[in-house]
């Protein structure tokens, strides 16, 4: 089985085996203009066939010793050379009568298995929705904590630079109204007309007895 595995990886990176050397063989990703993939993984056979079909007619006259226990019990490992002894061995191990009625528990347990798989699925996407939800509402929250502490920041900002003019006009304010006012100069003399006086320096009117009473 395993030999098998190995050769025909060999052929293709990737295989899967689902009924053993003789079942049926599911190539993915191979190219399909290979010829013969399907290669004896016993030593010293080099045979190459292009189906499954064939490898298995191949075992069943080459190799008969191989092809008689092909088929295998998982459960005790026993070996039968046909699906109906295999059958008729898992209706004594489970101990049915007859092989539909191990098919139908076979098919009930499924079943039940297949429903507690589809249970676990949906409770694991509720959870995953929750999970979401939960790191979206904390995100949602972190944002506006973010946001307020922003806002809280500019209006104390806008606070203290009011203040620092405020402060500024208060002493400019009190500056001025220390300085003292310098003395002024006091105002010229008027200075008088040159007629008023030249009336000032005129001598006064004298009669014609003080005029002859006067001497030059």
């Known amino acids: 089985m395993a030999g098998a595995l190995r050769a025909i990886r060999n052929v293709c990176k990737v295989v899967t085996l689902t009924k053993g050397p003789f079942g049926y063989v599911n190539f993915r ?63 004594v191990m489970e101990g049915f009568a007859h092989y539909r009625e191990l098919l139908a528990f076979e098919t009930a347990k499924a079943s039940e298995a297949e429903k507690a798989a589809r249970a676990l699925v949906d409770k694991a996407k509720e959870a995953e929705n929750a999970r979401v939800a939960a790191e979206a509402a ?50 010229k003399p008027k200075k008088m007309s040159r007629r008023k006086f030249k009336i000032s320096k005129r001598r006064p009117k004298l009669s014609i007895r003080q005029r002859g009473k006067l001497t030059f």
Do not use: W
């Open 138 to 187: 904390h995100k949602a929250a972190l944002n506006a904590y973010d946001d307020a502490s922003c806002d809280e920041a500019i209006a104390e900002e806008e606070a203290d630079k009011v203040r620092g003019e405020a402060e500024v006009f208060v002493l400019t304010f009190s500056r001025r109204s220390q300085v003292r006012k310098m003395p002024t100069r006091p105002p």
């Open 29 to 91: 990703d191979f190219a399909k203009s290979y010829i013969l993939p399907f290669v004896c993984y016993v030593d010293g056979c080099e045979g190459k066939f292009g189906s499954p079909e064939g490898l298995g007619h191949h075992f069943e006259h080459q190799h008969p010793e191989i092809y008689k226990t092909r088929i295998v019990c998982h459960r005790c490992l026993s070996y039968f050379d046909n699906q109906a002894k295999l059958k008729s061995h898992k209706c």
